[in-house]
C-alpha cells in the first residue's frame, strides 16, 4: 500500500479545511433541480468504460479556476470572486503540490489526516474512474480511496440532509448523452482543488458528464458556494479511455504511512547538508 503523500509528491508532480466551528444553515434544495431541465430525458447516456483524465485536453489541472489551472495566481484568479476570509484562508494554506507546494509542512487536509477530497478534487488525482449505472441509481467509483459516491435518478433533495463529505446527490439525464448530478448537503471540510480553495456548508455543484464519443468524456462543474464565493465558480475536466483496467491499484490513505514517509525521505531530502 503507498502512502498518499507518495502520491501527491510524486504522481501528481509527474503530470503536474477549513470547517466552519458552527454548522451553517442548510441549503435549501436549488430549485433547477426540482424543476429539471426542459431538455431532461429518460434516454440513459452511455458512460460505460474506465475513464481517466486526459491531460493532452486539459484534463489534468492543480486549480478549479478555469483561467489558472496550474494555481499560479492563486488569490488572484479574475474568475474567483472570494469572500473576505476565504481569500485569507486560502493563502494561508500549504499545499502539497504545486507552484506554492511545502509538502513537508503542508496543511493540506487529505495528506495529513486522510481526509476525503471531496467530489471537485477527486478529479485531479492521476486515477481511473467508472460509471455503474441503473434506473433508480448511478453509482461513481473512484479508484483513489476507494470511495463511491451515490446518486439517487429522478428523485429529491432530502428535506433536511446532514453534512456529508459526497453530500446528498440527485441526478438525471438531459439530450441522451449527458448525465447531470446536483449535489447539497456538502460539509465545508474538503478543498475545491489542490491549492487550498474552500468550500461551507452552503455549497451547491451541478455536474454534467457528457460522452463526446467513444473515447472522450467531459465534465463541467458549477461550484455555488456564497459561504466563501461572491460569484459561481465554473471548472471543467476531459477524461479518455484508460488503458489500465479499473482498480489496478487500489490506493488507499494510511497516516501511519504517511508519518513514516516524512520521517524517512521527505524529511531528509529537505534537510540542508550542513545543518547535518
Not at 452511455?46 to 496550474?70: A, C, E, H, M, Y
Not at 507552484?99 to 476525503?116: I, L, M, Q
Not at 452552503?202 to 458528464?209: D, G, I, S
Request: aromatic share 10%; glycine share 6%.
Amino acid at each position: 500500500m503507498r502512502s498518499l503523500l507518495v502520491m501527491s509528491t510524486v504522481a501528481l508532480m509527474s503530470v503536474i479545511t477549513f470547517s466552519p466551528l458552527l454548522r451553517a444553515q442548510t441549503v435549501a434544495p436549488p430549485a433547477a433541480a426540482m424543476a429539471r431541465s426542459q431538455n431532461s430525458s429518460s434516454r440513459m447516456a452511455d458512460l460505460s468504460g474506465d475513464w481517466g483524465l486526459d491531460g493532452k485536453r486539459g484534463g489534468i489541472g492543480q486549480s478549479i479556476s478555469l483561467s489558472d489551472p496550474q494555481g499560479k495566481l492563486r488569490g488572484k484568479e479574475p474568475d474567483i470572486s472570494y469572500q473576505p476570509w476565504a481569500l485569507e484562508k486560502t493563502l494561508s494554506e500549504k499545499p502539497s503540490t504545486g507552484p506554492d507546494s511545502v509538502w513537508e509542512v503542508t496543511t493540506d487536509p487529505t495528506v495529513r489526516y486522510c481526509d476525503p477530497q471531496g467530489p471537485t478534487r477527486i478529479y485531479m488525482w492521476p486515477a481511473r474512474t467508472r460509471f455503474v449505472q441503473t434506473p433508480e441509481y448511478v453509482y461513481i467509483l473512484h479508484e483513489v480511496g476507494p470511495f463511491v459516491r451515490v446518486v439517487r435518478m429522478n428523485s429529491k433533495h432530502l428535506e433536511d440532509p446532514d453534512p456529508q463529505w459526497w453530500g446528498d446527490s440527485i441526478g438525471w439525464y438531459e439530450n441522451g448523452d449527458t448525465l447531470v448530478v446536483d449535489t447539497i448537503g456538502l460539509n465545508g471540510k474538503f478543498w475545491l482543488d489542490q491549492v487550498g480553495h474552500p468550500t461551507t456548508e452552503k455549497m451547491h455543484l451541478t455536474e454534467r458528464y457528457r460522452r463526446v464519443d467513444k473515447d472522450i468524456l467531459e465534465l463541467d462543474q458549477t461550484v455555488d458556494d456564497p459561504g466563501a464565493y461572491t460569484k459561481p465558480i465554473a471548472s471543467h475536466r476531459n477524461f479518455k479511455i484508460a488503458s489500465l483496467p479499473f482498480m489496478t491499484y487500489q490506493w488507499a490513505c494510511s497516516t501511519l504511512e504517511n508519518q513514516r514517509f516524512h520521517d524517512n525521505l521527505a524529511a531528509p531530502a529537505v534537510t540542508s547538508p550542513s545543518s547535518k
